[in-house]
């Protein structure tokens, strides 16, 4: 189990290619964040810079990517070195962000289930609070808070599975295991309640906070019927959270 990502990063990179990741969460996301066309764009905890590029490639103007990982920043860099999209990747802390008032949208998708604390969480929305304009959005996906992963059930047919051990509280730890073709991994974040969440957010400064449910793409019934897709949509392991400073 880990929440480094330097050994597993390119497992990791893999991971995103699965179709729950292509028709749930990189639709539902991309649909908060909206029209990017012109925007100046924070990706936090940006990985290996899946969304990145992605952000760039629907016309934001500026594209800025940060990361506790050298291995995920190494890897994003190759991508931007191999087919260049003008996209500054910076390894960083999201508790320390060296930013201020400088981007009309930051996004962070699987960074705030990494705080273990309400401490932890807080620092993370002050940084990105401050690293947005006035009026900025910020749009995330994280494990939900809301979701009671002790009684989750298998979710072996997306090609993941979570499991928790020891009591349900605030900072429990969740493993998330992924499985590829040539075996599986294991990534840990944590839980913090939904209420942790609103206040942290309040306190950071975002005046709106609106929670949403995953959506599917109609492109996710090509190959899987809307049987398929239930379990995943109707009690979500996954929350997608959009706030307004
Ligand atoms: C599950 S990965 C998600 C990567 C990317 N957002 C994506 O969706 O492909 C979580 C990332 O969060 C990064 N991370 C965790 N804590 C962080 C922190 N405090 N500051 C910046 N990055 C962090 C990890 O290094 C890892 O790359």
Redesign the pocket.
């Known amino acids: 189990m880990t ?3 330097d050994p597993i ?1 390119e497992q ?2 893999r991971s ?1 290619q699965q179709p729950w990741r292509t028709f749930v969460e990189c639709f539902t996301l991309m649909e908060l964040a909206g029209d990017l066309r012109d925007l100046t764009v924070l ?6 810079g ?2 990145t590029r992605m952000i760039r490639e629907r016309g934001a103007a500026r594209v800025t990517g ?4 050298q291995g ?1 920043i190494e890897l994003a860099q190759k991508q931007e070195a191999a087919h260049q999209q003008g996209i500054n990747y910076i390894v ?4 320390e962000l060296p930013v201020a008032d400088e981007y009309d949208l930051a996004i ?4 705030l289930n ?1 705080a273990r604390t309400r401490d932890e969480l807080q620092t ?1 929305c002050d940084g990105i609070a401050r690293a947005l304009k006035p009026g900025g959005r910020f749009v995330t ?1 994280n494990s939900s808070p809301a979701y009671h992963f002790p009684s989750a059930p298998s979710f072996r047919q997306y090609g993941f599975e979570t499991t928790t051990i020891g009591d349900w509280r605030e900072g429990t730890p969740i493993t998330w295991t992924f499985h590829l073709e040539d075996g599986p991994f294991d ?1 840990e ?1 944590y839980h913090l309640n939904v209420a942790t969440h609103e206040a942290a957010f309040r306190e950071a400064g975002f005046s709106e906070v609106n929670w949403h449910t995953p959506q599917l793409s109609p492109d996710g019934l090509k190959d899987n019927s809307i049987d398929f897709w239930a379990p995943l949509m109707e009690n979500s392991p996954v929350a997608f959270i959009e706030c307004v400073k």
């Open positions: 929440t480094n990502y990063a990791y990179q995103k990706d936090v905890a940006c990985g290996e899946f969304y940060v990361d506790l990982s995920m960083g802390d999201a508790r962070a998708a699987y960074l990494y993370m996906v990534i974040n």
